[in-house]
């Protein structure tokens, strides 16, 4: 009889433990007697993984912010190369997070365990020198955007993809109207979905700006109403009472006439429910010095990078200034602006992109066709 398949997976975000938690599940209905240890959040645990460092804990952003963090850091990489060590599991399945998963990787090569990468460093943007780290330390890759793989393969990384995860049809358990019904609010009167980030830092860095937009926003539009998409993981700043928190991003966009948004998969998101938007994003002074010395792709959103070109405002560090982005939320509102129609026209293009569903299903086969059975 074959022994159960051991799986180490590391997850070190919120957006990788959604992806982990779907990913665990497609390998579970194809190995059911499949086991799971390693680092994720909540979403993995519930799928039936062993979690020994929480994403809460490893979720950090930025230069500056990285290094305030780095003994701790350490720490939990020389726990986690004694933890593989000692589990010896048949394959280990590494899921973003470059920055811990790349040395990782290293360090556990002589191990000699198989490797899998699920979404792939953005090294097309910055560190491409991390295609040669992956060329070498793992045997099984697999890209999310199409674009990706060309650049990755350009590199003699055999990458494979099979679609964008966010492809996915998620069977959500309301529609519009019940969620309007849920939050009491008006299906009449517009409503904005504020979405300031996974990371504690990003809403440090954008709380105050979102809240003096919608200050701004009600002046003109007193009926406007807010919902907030906000993580598990992070602390919001006291906001007005009549704004809605909505734990599920997902219900949030699709429910809303427009959307601020932190760049990152958000975004994307967005574009695919035809939810337009405004991408804001602030980092330290010093963070930001870095990124525009290192980062080489002219566009901070992933939307806008599919698309190869501005199809949505981007309004980064300076440029994130309350009344710039009113007065481009208020074009976005207006349902025959030439903005708005412009923008859902090329969120359909982007969308086709894409792929189709059944992306985890298609990587949890190829990960245990290359597995040992």
Not at 49 to 59: P, Q, R
Not at 129 to 145: H, L
Request: charged share 25%.
């Amino acid at each position: 009889m074959k022994e159960p398949l051991k799986f180490f997976l590391i997850a070190g975000e919120p957006s990788g433990d959604l992806h982990g938690a779907k990913l665990i599940k497609e390998i579970k209905s194809l190995a059911p007697f499949s086991s799971f240890m390693g680092h994720g959040g909540s979403l993995m645990e519930n799928e039936g993984m062993k979690i020994i460092e929480h994403c809460n804990n490893l979720s950090v952003m930025g230069f500056k912010e990285v290094l305030v963090h780095l003994p701790r850091m350490w720490r939990i990489m020389a726990n986690t190369v004694e933890l593989v060590k000692k589990a010896n599991p048949d394959r280990i399945i590494l899921i973003d997070y470059p920055g811990f998963n790349l040395r990782l990787a290293k360090k556990i090569s002589s191990l000699r365990i198989p490797t899998s990468y699920f979404i792939l460093p953005q090294a097309w943007a910055w560190k491409s020198k991390r295609a040669q780290i992956i060329k070498k330390y793992f045997d099984q890759s697999f890209s999310i955007f199409p674009f990706e793989q060309k650049w990755y393969k350009s590199k003699g990384v055999n990458t494979k993809y099979f679609g964008h995860p966010f492809m996915e049809i998620d069977h959500l358990d309301e529609n519009r109207m019940q969620f309007f019904k849920r939050h009491n609010l008006n299906p009449k009167e517009k409503l904005i979905a504020l979405l300031p980030g996974s990371r504690q830092q990003e809403i440090n860095n954008h709380w105050g700006i979102y809240i003096k937009t919608v200050s701004l926003l009600k002046k003109s539009h007193p009926n406007l109403q807010i919902v907030i998409g906000k993580s598990d993981n992070v602390t919001l700043p006291i906001a007005h009472n009549s704004f809605k928190i909505e734990k599920n991003a997902k219900k949030a966009i699709i429910a809303s006439d427009v959307a601020i948004v932190a760049s990152g998969t958000a975004t994307l998101e967005c574009a695919i429910e035809g939810t337009p938007l405004i991408v804001c994003y602030k980092v330290s002074s010093v963070t930001w010095l870095l990124a525009k010395f290192m980062v080489k792709v002219k566009y901070s959103s992933i939307v806008n990078l599919i698309a190869g070109k501005k199809i949505v405002p981007e309004f980064l560090q300076s440029e994130m200034n309350p009344f710039i982005i009113k007065n481009k939320l208020l074009e976005l509102i207006d349902e025959k602006s030439k903005l708005r129609k412009q923008m859902i026209e090329d969120f359909v293009k982007v969308k086709n992109k894409l792929g189709t569903p059944g992306v985890y299903s298609k990587i949890a086969n190829e990960i245990l066709k290359a597995t040992k059975l």
